[in-house]
C-alpha cells in the first residue's frame, strides 16, 4: 500500500503522515528527509540537489522522483 500525502506548507501533511505511519507501520518518506540524508551522505542525487539549493532554486521534480524511487526500493517499503 502506498499513500502520497499532498498540501501546502504547514497544512500538516508529517503530522497526518506520522500518525499513518504509526497506525498501519508503514514508512513514513519526506521529501526534506530525503535531501538532507543525501547531501549528508553526499550522493551524486544529493550533490545535483544542493546545486539547485545555492542558488535558491526549487529541486526539479526528476531529481526528486529519482530519490524516492531509490527510497522505495529500500527492504522497510517492500509491503508499502
Request: charged content about 25%; hydrophobic content about 40%.
Amino acid at each position: 500500500m502506498y499513500i502520497i500525502l499532498l498540501g501546502a506548507p504547514g497544512a500538516g501533511k508529517g503530522t497526518q503522515a506520522d500518525r499513518l505511519s504509526s497506525e498501519l507501520n508503514l514508512p513514513h518518506i519526506a521529501s526534506g528527509d530525503l535531501f538532507r540524508e543525501a547531501l549528508s551522505k553526499e550522493t551524486e542525487l544529493g550533490l545535483l540537489a544542493k546545486s539547485y539549493m545555492e542558488r535558491g532554486e526549487l529541486v526539479p521534480d526528476e531529481v526528486t522522483i529519482k530519490m524516492i524511487l531509490q527510497r522505495i526500493e529500500m527492504p522497510d517499503c517492500v509491503s508499502g
